[in-house]
């Protein structure tokens, strides 16, 4: 049988004329019996470019894989492919919950450029789910609900009368911090950076928001393409929403209030009028480089939100100056590392950009010139990124993309010989991600990484492990699609960088991270709000009330925290496994949709150039 773990799905006709079965449905003409999954990606593909769909069974089988890509609604045969030879991720099979298919292979079509409604049928007669050809598919498909979430999460209504006053800890201050989005849809409190206790794993989230918007409003922009007129609009206004909370934040003469904190009791009443402003402030790896970036790039714009172009700009420099001589005494370990780097580079790189000012350059040189160093090597791995000042690897919960990603907007302001070096670097780099990525049989092309575990061990794997980034209450880990969006994006950035068989390599391994949260993973599942099949109920319970509570709704646009490991080193497979797996008020790990997964989703979609 074929197993779709505790929850099942309503599956629907394929509209093909002649299909033998329902999408994901097992047939008994498929060897052995054990029935095919076939799993595309829920919204669809770029006319140009990579598109591979997984045929998955609980048996192996050993035929010849042949399948076809059929238009949906004229039921015309418009490509014929044979899938490449099944495989197993032992990882995967050895530690699974909720089951799934055990038996992969790969068909890959993207010879189908003609825009249309596809399904792709197997010769069992099993068949996908209907998606999409088209130029530009993602922007047109899925950014409007995308920038509309982050309206969504805007802080609003009572939360936001609330922070127009806010308490500033116990200090007896109050400080105007309204704006700014929440967190996630179970944390309406408002954060630079979560983690901020530990030195590799700083996770951004306002900051890194407000960039991006800027950046990919750059991208589409730049495109020059009529369709983009209203998607520009929004992302500059929720651009500069964001950019107008920094300001705020902004304490003259130092660096940004870190957050806002929201309690919540047990019996779920959320009080606004128990919000707080936290006194502590920022370094440059908690937000304070990516606030500094945003800022510096709303300046650059003849319009503005509640500030003005000067007001920004003056609030950027401030804190960079204050940063640039307190930011090491500002980390917990007083030593600056990776995210140190990476986020300072961001941050002079734009002043330089707004201002024309050689100082900033100068900064900028010397942060590149230090991240450009970072490249390291143990045992047979080679030319990944170091976090710390020996070998330590570099991997992260959600922003493994952004050291590239900040070197490739540095390389603009750079001179040619730097920027040889830097796209040096960067290719060694990414040479590194797709080798660690291809290491073992992995079908679905999900990125992997070098992991250094809690006490010391070294390891290349799948997911973060659950005990490398404890909190003083809590054990924090959770899926990852923000850490392999991120990667999507420094990958398709970098594509346009390089030669052709490179950028070919670049773009198929961004799409095949895009492809996993948009319903190619091992559970068949889209984790994109909205289209595509409905991730499960997210459920939260309170007093132990065994019914639980849906009080944590998701907003069309919104991601998921996505597929973790099952094992505390981060090996095996876990997906929402429900209260009596996991026990109660777990579901956040899998379900929550938080801020960076859907930001990094939109850098990647609009850095496709």
């Given at each position: 049988m074929n197993?779709?773990?505790?929850?099942?799905?309503?599956?629907?006709?394929?509209?093909?004329?002649?299909a033998a079965a329902l999408p994901g449905t097992a047939s008994a003409a498929e060897e052995g019996g054990a029935g095919t999954q076939v799993m595309a990606n829920a919204v669809g593909y770029e006319a140009v470019g990579p598109k591979r769909v997984i045929f998955a069974s609980q048996s192996q089988w050993s035929g010849p894989g042949g399948f076809r890509v059929v238009d949906?609604?004229?039921?015309?045969?418009?490509?014929?492919?044979?899938?490449?030879?099944?495989?197993?991720?032992?990882?995967?099979?050895?530690?699974?919950?909720?089951?799934?298919?055990?038996?992969?292979?790969?068909?890959?079509?993207?010879p189908v450029t003609k825009p249309g409604e596809y399904v792709v049928i197997a010769e069992s007669g099993a068949a996908s789910w209907p998606f999409r050809i088209d130029q530009n598919l993602l922007e047109r498909f899925t950014l409007p609900a995308v920038v509309h979430f982050f309206k969504e999460s805007r802080s609003s209504g009572q939360f936001d009368k609330a922070d127009r006053s806010l308490a500033v800890g116990t200090t007896g201050q109050r400080w105007d911090a309204h704006g700014g989005w929440y967190d996630a849809a179970a944390d309406w409190g408002k954060h630079f950076t979560q983690l901020s206790g530990l030195s590799?794993?700083?996770?951004?989230?306002?900051?890194?928001?407000?960039?991006?918007?800027?950046?990919?409003?750059?991208?589409?922009?730049?495109?020059?393409?009529?369709?983009?007129?209203?998607?520009?609009?929004?992302?500059?206004?929720?651009?500069?929403?964001?950019?107008?909370?920094?300001?705020?934040?902004?304490?003259?003469?130092?660096?940004?209030?870190?957050?806002?904190?929201?309690?919540?009791?047990?019996?779920?009443?959320?009080?606004?009028?128990?919000?707080?402003?936290?006194?502590?402030?920022v370094n440059h790896r908690e937000g304070g480089g990516a606030a500094i970036a945003a800022l510096a790039r709303a300046s650059t714009y003849g319009i503005s939100g509640e500030y003005t172009p000067a007001e920004y700009l003056a609030a950027a420099k401030d804190a960079f100056a204050f940063l640039q001589a307190n930011n090491t005494d500002m980390t917990n370990d007083k030593k600056e590392n990776i995210q140190d780097d990476y986020n300072a580079l961001l941050a002079a790189t734009e002043l330089f950009k707004a201002?024309?000012?050689?100082?900033y350059q100068q900064v900028a040189d010397a942060r590149a010139a230090s991240l450009t160093s970072r490249l390291a090597g143990w045992q047979k791995y080679h030319d990944y990124w170091r976090a710390d000042a020996v070998d330590r690897p570099y991997f992260h919960p959600s922003d493994a993309g952004l050291p590239v990603v900040s070197l490739l907007s540095y390389v603009d302001?750079?001179?040619?010989?730097?920027?040889?070096?830097?796209?040096?670097?960067?290719?060694?780099?990414?040479?590194?991600?797709?080798?660690?990525?291809?290491?073992?049989?992995?079908?679905?092309?999900?990125?992997?990484?070098?992991?250094?575990?809690?006490?010391?061990?070294?390891?290349?794997?799948?997911?973060?492990?659950?005990?490398?980034?404890?909190?003083?209450?809590?054990?924090?880990?959770?899926?990852?699609?923000?850490?392999?969006?991120?990667?999507?994006?420094?990958?398709?950035?970098?594509?346009?960088?390089?030669?052709?068989?490179?950028?070919?390599?670049?773009?198929?391994?961004?799409?095949?991270?895009?492809?996993?949260?948009?319903?190619?993973?091992?559970?068949?599942?889209?984790?994109?709000?909205?289209?595509?099949?409905?991730?499960?109920?997210?459920?939260?319970?309170?007093?132990?009330?065994?019914?639980?509570?849906?009080?944590?709704?998701?907003?069309?646009?919104?991601?998921?925290?996505?597929?973790?490991?099952?094992?505390?080193?981060?090996?095996?497979?876990?997906?929402?496994?429900?209260r009596a797996a996991t026990g109660p008020n777990t579901d956040w790990r899998w379900l929550e949709q938080w801020l960076p997964h859907t930001t990094w989703y939109l850098h990647a979609v609009t850095a496709r150039i």
């Open positions: 197993h779709l773990g505790r929850r099942s799905f309503l599956l629907g006709s394929a509209g093909v004329a002649g949906n609604l004229t039921g015309a045969v418009m490509f014929r492919g044979q899938a490449k030879p099944a495989v197993t991720v032992e990882d995967w099979r050895k530690d699974q919950f909720p089951e799934v298919p055990d038996f992969y292979r790969v068909g890959d079509f993207s590799y794993f700083n996770t951004l989230s306002i900051p890194l928001t407000a960039w991006v918007l800027f950046a990919a409003h750059g991208n589409l922009d730049r495109r020059k393409d009529t369709n983009f007129v209203s998607l520009t609009t929004w992302l500059l206004d929720e651009a500069f929403f964001g950019a107008d909370y920094l300001v705020r934040t902004h304490v003259p003469g130092k660096s940004f209030y870190s957050g806002v904190s929201q309690p919540e009791d047990d019996n779920l009443d959320v009080d606004p009028t128990l919000r707080k402003l936290n006194t502590k402030q201002t024309k000012d050689a100082q302001i750079a001179s040619d010989a730097v920027k040889a070096k830097v796209l040096s670097v960067v290719r060694k780099s990414l040479e590194f991600e797709l080798a660690v990525t291809a290491e073992v049989p992995n079908p679905f092309g999900y990125a992997r990484q070098l992991i250094q575990g809690r006490e010391g061990n070294r390891y290349t794997g799948f997911f973060m492990p659950h005990d490398i980034a404890p909190r003083s209450d809590d054990i924090w880990w959770q899926g990852e699609n923000a850490r392999i969006a991120s990667l999507a994006s420094a990958a398709r950035h970098a594509a346009r960088y390089f030669d052709d068989a490179f950028a070919a390599r670049l773009r198929a391994y961004a799409q095949d991270q895009l492809n996993w949260i948009l319903g190619v993973n091992p559970y068949a599942t889209c984790m994109l709000e909205g289209p595509g099949r409905s991730v499960p109920l997210y459920l939260e319970y309170a007093n132990n009330d065994p019914a639980g509570s849906w009080r944590w709704l998701r907003w069309p646009g919104g991601i998921v925290n996505g597929i973790t490991g099952k094992s505390e080193d981060g090996r095996g497979l876990q997906w929402d496994p429900g």
